[in-house]
């Protein structure tokens, strides 16, 4: 980040660390390609930008490093990763095998109160999808899948996966506005939930393995058209 790059920035919490809201922040930025593949994040102009010393900075950079979602060049540069194709196999292998376990333990025994906020997800998402919010309709997409590990009784895997995630994030990002892929993940949360509702477990699992695999099998499309932001 240079200079003359401006940064829209949240009013930091000061009853909270600084270093951890710097660090949400950026890696919210990379991960919606506000901040993309080869970016260079000046310490300093971070500093200046957020309005704090240069300590919380080099903190929450680290904590982008362990995530692999930047790499710090000492006494140089830091620059944000490209988007890593064996990082993002590994998080989809991840995600799936927990979330097949999920949907399969939601629907031996399905939760009326879960059905009503997937549900309540889903027409959300299609209403923001009508005004073209991508950005709401991700939100909305996140927000589907933690209720169910919520109703699984497993918050903390969410956030486990939620920060092995960063690499699957930015490809499914790339892949979103592909015309039809939108559509095709409200009709995978419809297919998934209306599975659930039914009892329907062997479904539920084949709609969300079908649904979480999507964007990697389309990888020669999204890197033909970003061949710089990816690499194997």
Partial sequence: MSENQVMELPRLDRSRLAAPQVFEHLREQIISLA????????????AKTFRL???PIRDALMKLEEEQL??????????????????ARQAQFLRRSVELEIVRTLAAKPDPLLLRRLEATVERQEAVLRLNDL???????????KAMY???????LWLLVR??????????????????KASDILK??????????????????????????NTLANID????????????
């Fill in 35 to 46: 901040l993309s593949p080869g970016t260079t994040l000046s310490r300093m102009v971070l």
């Fill in 53 to 55: 010393s240069s300590t």
């Fill in 70 to 87: 930047v790499e710090i060049f000492p006494q140089h540069a830091t620059v944000v990763s490209p988007i890593d194709l064996g990082l």
């Fill in 135 to 145: 950005d709401e309709f991700i939100s909305g997409d996140q927000l589907f899948h």
């Fill in 150 to 156: 919520e109703a699984a009784g497993l918050p903390d």
């Fill in 163 to 180: 920060r092995q995630s960063g690499h699957l994030d930015r490809l499914r990002r790339l892949h979103l506005p592909v015309p039809g």
């Fill in 188 to 213: 995978d949360h419809r297919s998934i939930l209306d599975a659930i509702s039914k009892g329907d477990a062997g479904t539920a699992e084949e709609r969300l393995r079908r649904h979480l695999s």
């Fill in 221 to 232: 499309d999204i890197r033909s058209r970003f061949p710089n932001y990816i690499r194997d």
